[in-house]
């Protein structure tokens, strides 16, 4: 299965299935041509996540491949946010 992984500002995230790619990286781009903006997302294990996106923001989009197990072993206990626990999965 196909995920899109965005990183922002060294944290990386995994969009939900679910999420409109392309409807996300317009609000990227709006936000970041108005000077600042939240841009929300739905993420994988977490839920709605809201980042401040900035002109000198750098965000990077990726496509992965992750089978149907590593994705609901991930959701079901995904790594903190705050501590950098996601270095442990090769996402």
Known sequence: MKINKVR???QTFLLDPDQDLAETKQAIVAAAREGSDFVD????????ISLLVTPNLPV???IIERSEEELERFEADPPSLDHGDWLQYEF
């Open 8 to 10: 922002f500002d060294g």
């Open 41 to 48: 997302f739905q993420v994988l294990g977490h839920g709605t």
């Open 60 to 62: 990077r989009f990726e």
